[in-house]
């Protein structure tokens, strides 16, 4: 029984030496909250100013937050490490059973430092770590497999998580994901690679400790009070019922989905690819992270008939969201749903990041179409909508199988360094673009935010409001983004979903957070929020990041193309990249 809610146990792994030790940093989980407030100050101890990505100095660090296994939809883990992406920051959040297995193992965050000497897994538990040879998993195809292997061989109690890369990671592709329970991932960034540069094809953390709150009372009046919201919510409805890709038909509507590189804004056929036809045809079951009552993971069931037996099938469960459908459907022409799952059933085979594979691929489909790149680099003759062809290229960019996929492993911001065609190479801070062409809000935001994820700041929901309710300019869009992302900072160290960020208003977080033993105003929280943020500003920095005007750039095809709120000028972004630049400034001493 983990005596207090309050977490305070760090675990310190060192692959280089094969040991281990914990620490007790209660004061730093009471300040700091968990999560991502935690993450940032581990990541800027333990990672050595200047450090190689890919080079064992590089730590991962996994945090959960003070209501993990507590409160609904508290049921992610943070990621964070020196991406081998951007060259600065990685973050990246997942869900699934890791964050309740870590804390139901005691620890409130874990260090991994160094790197094996040949490939290993770590069991994990609350009675420290087992070092497990992993040279006959290197290479294993399937992620599911690999998962398989490691639970007939650990057969530990209590929750469990298996967190694994696949071929893309150790062939260190800069992109490359971590899977956990084979529908969530660590995705963007790059943790797969650092995983693989660590020999590191898997961690196993598994616990059976409960946790003990001192008032129950208020802990179960709290707790039911937000599951009936929850299950209430028409938005969490959505979720449950259509998933993420409910936002198709909107966004396909509006002239605001990406399709074929940017190059156009509405897909032939596009209905096909509605989370509606998508449930009517392949939905087979929804899957929920721990403690959420939501099941947001929609699995989709595909048939692919056997040769020469009309009635014999070999079936395939595939999950599916927004930005998967975006990346290998709209951003490549690829108009068939079953065709679509076929794609992301190959990126989770490879262990690549599905919405970075995704736009590298159409931008090497749009360099081939100009004859920037040929057959002779890609090995494939790429052209939109061909999802044969693309197939072969997730295969060949996994493998890194020559010098091109060596280069466009790296990002299309890089390869298109190499080959030219910059002005359609669609990354933002060296991140590639997710599925959202709604307006300059959502641009700034991709610029501006400390993962260049959509994610940060929500700058595609500024530029879905009605006229009367939306900033006027672009110095009140940056200051709108740049409040969101500071308060998102304290959903990433509670662990919560964002899903869950209307629920969980700063008067909700100060209750649970009571529950946990922590006695915050809101002022408070809002200051903590800023603070993580600029922290994380900081840390970019210092490994070489910038808002300098010079050294943004901003690919020229999203001013060329029409958006949901017309024409975007490019003006008006770099006057919202200054603002939130002298926003962030702020907080200098």
């Known amino acids: 029984m983990i005596n207090d809610a309050l977490l305070s146990k760090i675990l310190v792994i060192n692959l280089s030496k094969w040991e281990y030790h914990t ?5 730093l989980f009471r300040e700091r909250l968990g999560g991502a407030g935690v993450a940032i100050r581990l990541l800027d101890e333990f990672c050595p100013e200047g450090a190689d990505p890919l080079g064992p100095e590089n730590p991962i660090i996994l945090s959960v937050g003070a209501v993990t296994s507590l409160f609904p939809l508290a049921s992610k883990c943070v990621a964070m490490f020196k991406s081998p992406l951007t060259g600065n920051l990685g973050e990246s959040h997942g869900g699934g059973r890791t964050p309740f297995a870590i804390r139901s193992a005691g620890y409130g965050a874990i260090v991994i430092t160094g790197a094996a000497s040949h490939p290993v897994y770590l069991s994990i538990t609350k009675d420290g770590v087992a070092f497990r040879d992993a040279r006959a998993l290197w290479g294993t195809a399937r992620s599911d497999t690999v998962a398989r292997i490691i639970r007939s061989k650990d057969g530990t109690p209590g929750a469990r998580t298996i967190l694994r890369i696949g071929r893309a990671g150790e062939n260190l592709v800069r992109f490359a ?19 693989g540069s660590k020999k590191l094809k898997a961690v196993l953390v598994s616990g059976d400790e409960l946790i003990s709150v001192s008032d129950q009372k208020k ?24 998933g993420t890709p409910v936002n198709v038909k909107s966004l396909s509507a509006m002239g605001s989905l990406p399709v ?17 036809e998508f449930a009517r045809l392949f939905l087979s079951r929804r899957v929920a992270c721990s403690h959420c ?132 190479a669609l990354s933002f ?13 959502t641009y700034i935001g991709y610029i501006c935010g400390a993962r260049h994820s959509h994610l940060d700041n929500a700058g595609y929901s500024i530029d879905q409001k009605p006229v009367e309710k939306s900033p006027g300019t672009p110095e009140e869009i940056a200051e709108e983004l740049y409040h969101e992302e500071a308060y998102r900072q304290i959903l990433s160290s509670l662990v919560v979903c964002f899903f869950a960020r209307g ?17 915050m105003t809101i002022e408070e929280l809002d ?33 060329e193309l029409s958006s949901g709120k017309g024409m975007i000028r490019e003006e008006e972004v770099r006057r919202g990249v200054a603002r939130y630049k002298s926003l962030l400034e702020e907080k200098s001493p």
């Open 527 to 559: 200051i903590l929020g800023r603070d993580i943020l600029y922290e994380k500003y900081l840390f970019k920095l210092r490994e070489g990041f910038s808002l300098e005007p010079d050294k943004v750039q901003i690919p020229s095809r999203i001013f």
């Open 503 to 519: 629920l969980y208003s700063r008067e909700v977080i100060r209750e649970v957070l009571s529950i946990s033993g922590i006695d």
């Open 293 to 424: 009552p939501v099941s947001c993971i929609h699995i989709g069931q595909i048939r692919i008939p056997y040769p020469n037996d009309p009635y014999f099938f070999k079936t395939i469960p595939v999950s599916y969201d927004y930005e998967l459908i975006y990346s290998l459907g709209f951003m490549l022409g690829v108009s068939d749903p079953q065709d679509v799952l076929m794609l992301i059933d190959s990126i989770e085979q490879t262990g690549l990041d599905a919405m970075s594979a995704g736009v590298c691929a159409a931008w090497a489909t749009e360099a081939m179409q100009n004859g920037i790149i040929g057959p002779q680099e890609t090995g494939v003759n790429l052209k939109f909508g061909d999802t044969p062809q693309y197939l072969q290229f997730f295969e060949l960019l996994a493998g890194q199988s020559n010098q091109f996929y060596r280069d466009i492993g790296k990002g299309a911001e890089y390869a298109a360094s190499q080959y030219g065609g910059t002005q359609y």
């Open 23 to 27: 620490l007790e940093r209660p004061e």
């Open 429 to 441: 801070g060296k991140n590639e673009m997710p599925g959202y062409h709604t307006g300059p809000a």
């Open 219 to 242: 802990y179960r009046e709290v707790y039911d009070t937000l599951y009936e919201q929850v299950t209430k919510s028409s938005l969490m409805q959505k979720y449950h019922e259509i």
């Open 260 to 276: 074929k590189n940017l190059t156009e804004q509405r897909l032939d056929n596009s209905d096909n690819l509605s989370g509606e």
């Open 177 to 195: 994901n971590v899977t956990s329970e084979t529908y969530r991932h660590f995705g963007r960034m790059g943790l797969g690679a650092v995983f």
